[in-house]
C-alpha cells in the first residue's frame, strides 16, 4: 500500500525518514509532501527527492494525508501546527519525532487526534535499528508500522522510558561510533596502517555482535574464553578496568537522558 503522509518540517530527521521510505516504495515522490520554513530545505528536498516541498503548507495534501508528521525540533512552534491541524479539520494520524514533548503535551488544545510519538532511529539508511513508539488509542496501527519499518525497526514502550530510550537507544550509534573511532585509532597508535585498522575493527564489532546474539551468553563469559592465563587480554582487561571507559559512557549516556528531559521542559507547549 502507498502512503499519503504530509511532514511539517523537512529536517535531517525526516529527510532520512523519507528517503529510506521512498526507497521501500510504501511513498512516492507524488503522496510525500512537506512544508518547511527554509527555502533552502524546500529547494534541497524538491531537487533531491522530487517530492511536493514548499514554504506554506499544502493544506490539501494535509487534508489526503494519511499521516502528519510532526517533524521540528522540541524549540519550535509545533503548538500553532497543532492549532492549525485543528482548524483546518485534520482527524487522521498525527507522528511526532520530536523528543521530550509527550502525547498529553500534544493532545492538550483537543483530542481530536490519532497521536503516535516515536523516536526514531538515524540508521534510516540501512532500515536498521529501533525507534521507540508510544501510542494513544486512536493509532491507526496499521498505517504506522507500515511508514515506520521502511525505516528500521519499531519497540512498544511505556512513554515514562521514551527520554530513557532517546538518550541511550536513539543516541545509540554515536556510542558506537566513539569506539570505532578510539578502537581504529588505537591500531593506528600501535603500527597498523589505518586502512586495515578500519577493517579489523568494524569485522571485530560485527563478529562480537553475531558471537553474543548467536551464543546467547553474557559477554562476561566471552571475554573469559578470549583471555588466557597471563596473557595478552587480560593484561589489555586490566588497563581497562583502571581506565574511566565504563565510567565515560555511563556518563554520557546519563547526560543524553537529561538533556532529552530538558529538551521537553523547554518546548514552546508549556
Ligand atoms: N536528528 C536526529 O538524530 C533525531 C532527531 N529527532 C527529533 O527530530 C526533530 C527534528 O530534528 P532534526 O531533523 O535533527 O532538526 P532540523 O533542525 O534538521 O529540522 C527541523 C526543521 O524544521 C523546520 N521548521 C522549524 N519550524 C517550522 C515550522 N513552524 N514549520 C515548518 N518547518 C519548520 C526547520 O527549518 C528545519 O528544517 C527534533 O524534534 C528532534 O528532537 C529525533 C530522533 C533523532
Ligand atoms: O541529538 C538529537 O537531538 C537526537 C535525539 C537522539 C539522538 N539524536
Not at 127 to 140: F, H, I, L, P
Not at 203 to 224: C, I, M, T, W, Y
Request: proline share 3%; net charge negative; hydrophobic share 40%.
Amino acid at each position: 500500500m502507498t502512503l499519503k503522509i504530509y511532514s511539517f518540517g523537512g529536517g535531517q530527521m525526516v529527510e532520512a525518514m523519507l528517503r529510506a521510505a521512498l526507497k521501500k516504495e510504501v511513498i512516492t515522490p507524488e503522496t510525500a509532501g512537506v512544508t518547511d520554513i527554509s527555502i533552502d530545505r524546500v529547494n534541497y528536498l524538491t531537487d533531491t527527492y522530487h517530492i511536493q516541498a514548499s514554504q506554506q503548507p499544502d493544506w490539501t495534501a494535509v487534508e489526503n494525508a494519511d499521516l502528519v508528521i510532526l517533524g521540528v525540533r522540541p524549540q519550535d512552534n509545533w503548538q500553532e501546527i497543532m492549532k492549525e491541524l485543528v482548524a483546518h479539520h485534520y482527524q487522521k494520524d498525527v507522528l511526532s519525532i520530536i523528543a521530550g514533548v509527550t502525547v498529553t503535551q500534544l493532545s492538550s488544545q483537543e483530542d481530536l487526534f490519532a497521536i503516535t510519538r516515536i523516536i526514531p532511529n538515524t540508521l534510516t539508511d540501512v532500515a536498521m535499528g529501533y525507534s521507540g513508539v508510544v501510542k494513544n488509542d486512536r493509532a491507526n496501527q496499521t498505517v504506522i508500522e507500515d511508514f515506520l519499518n521502511s525505516f528500521g525497526k519499531v519497540d512498544y514502550i511505556d512513554e515514562s522510558l521514551l527520554d530513557v530510550f532517546t538518550g541511550y537507544g536513539v543516541a545509540g550509534p554515536n556510542y558506537i561510533y566513539n569506539f570505532l573511532i578510539s578502537f581504529t585509532n588505537a591500531g593506528v597508535l600501535a603500527g597498523m596502517p589505518r586502512q586495515q585498522a578500519n577493517k579489523l575493527a568494524l569485522e571485530n564489532l560485527r563478529a562480537a555482535a553475531a558471537f553474543v546474539e548467536q551464543s546467547g551468553k553474557h559477554p562476561a563469559e566471552l571475554l573469559d574464553i578470549n583471555n588466557s592465563a597471563g596473557g595478552v587480554g587480560i593484561t589489555a582487561q586490566h588497563e581497562l578496568d583502571k581506565s574511566s571507559f565504563s565510567a565515560g559512557i555511563e556518563n554520557a549516556v546519563l547526560a543524553a537522558v537529561k538533556r532529552t528531559k530538558e529538551l521537553g521542559k523547554q518546548n514552546k507547549g508549556d
